[in-house]
T-cell receptor
């Protein structure tokens, strides 16, 4: 079935470190791929999205590339700040057949100053 | 921009009672609204998807009898948790989608505590 996998539950970094969050997906269709960020006490916020038409999304220094070959959609940022500490979710949008978003299990990123 | 409000932010109810939560889309027309429950471990469960001009589709383990949803117009949706018990605790999130893309915009959630 359709699914999203985030293997990293927790990532701990220092400011200015490189961030890489792994995300792979499985589906028989051509989905829109999304990254959401959730800060404490808030709902998920859309960070970036990528469709089959544009392959790469960039927002606020974060970048993700849609790789159909490896069915991956990893998130990266060259230099993190303490304010990037949050939970990051990878998601598939599959509206065919009445499905909504399928979320990964989330990766908690902690950045120390 | 696309904003989604949810009310109430927090609610506490006694076991066996019911509570209603609301979701309001501001600045765009929500052609579909999805309700999720997020666990303390941050995992999401999709409860149901409501699309304009279509029947509300509930996911397995969630029923209309337990989680009735109303989606009367393109800016508002409500969901009730009937006969709430401990296993219904969590953060209930509303995700609204506009007609320009596949992304959903989320409210801050309604946190349900059941005593």
């Amino acid at each position: 079935g359709d699914s999203v996998t985030q293997k990293q539950g927790q990532v701990t970094l220092s400011e200015d470190d490189f961030l890489f969050i792994n995300c792979t997906y499985s589906t028989t269709t051509y989905p829109t791929l999304l990254w959401y960020v959730q800060y404490p006490g808030q709902g998920p916020q859309l960070l970036l999205k990528v469709t089959t038409a544009n392959n790469k999304g960039i927002s606020r220094g974060f970048e993700a590339t849609y790789d159909k070959g490896t069915t991956s959609f990893h998130l990266q940022k060259a230099s993190v700040q303490e304010s990037d500490s949050a939970v990051y979710f990878c998601a598939l949008a599959l509206y065919q057949g009445g499905r909504a978003l399928i979320f990964g299990t989330g990766t908690t990123v902690s950045v120390s100053p | 921009g696309a904003l989604v409000y949810q009310y109430p932010r927090r609610t506490i109810c006694k076991s066996g009672t019911s509570m209603r939560m609301e979701c309001q889309a501001v600045g765009f027309q929500a052609t579909s609204v999805a309700w999720y429950r997020q666990s303390p471990q941050k995992t999401f469960e999709l409860i149901a998807l409501s699309t304009v001009n279509s029947a509300i589709k509930y996911e397995q383990n969630f029923t209309q009898e337990k989680f009735p949803i109303s989606h009367p117009n393109l800016s508002f949706s409500s969901m009730t948790v009937l006969n709430a018990y401990l296993e219904d605790r969590g953060l209930y999130l509303c995700g609204a989608r506009g007609d320009w893309g596949d992304e959903q915009y989320f409210g801050p959630g309604t946190r349900l505590t059941v005593l």
